[in-house]
């Protein structure tokens, strides 16, 4: 697999994710835990903000929701209007100086946009708006 680029392995990668993401998602809904995967709460790294122009060529800013890091690393970018709602979410898988990603649709695109609402209702968005601009 090591010889493999990002773009020959995104679709699997972006799979098992989804697949988790659901079971963990759907049990949380529950007011439970996923038996498999645990609560959701200790599902993947962070979510933050990325402000605009942090890395060269993106001058969008966009909320991130880190689930690994290092090699390789994957993430779901969620891009925002000016009141915080969701209008595109992609996945991205990185390794090294590679990337591929994968623009979400259709009942993906849903539960993602789920998870985000729910960092939203929290305050987390706005909060991570805000760090940004100190």
Not at 79 to 93: C, M, R, T
């Amino acid at each position: 697999m090591a010889n493999k680029t990002c773009e020959q392995r995104v679709d699997e990668r972006l799979g098992w994710r989804l697949e988790e993401l659901h079971e963990i998602w759907e049990a949380e809904k529950k007011g439970e835990e996923s038996e498999e995967y645990g609560p959701f709460n200790e599902y993947g790294i962070s979510f933050d903000y990325v402000a605009p122009n942090t890395f060269d060529d993106q001058p969008q800013g966009y909320f991130r929701y880190q689930l690994s890091y290092g090699g390789p690393s994957d993430e779901f970018r969620f891009y925002a209007n000016p009141d915080l709602s969701v209008y595109e979410i992609e996945y991205w898988f990185l390794d090294w100086n590679d990337g591929a990603s994968r623009t979400l649709s259709g009942k993906d695109y849903i539960l993602l946009r789920d998870i985000y609402d729910f960092f939203d209702e929290i305050g987390v968005t706005q909060a991570e708006i805000d760090k940004s601009m100190e």
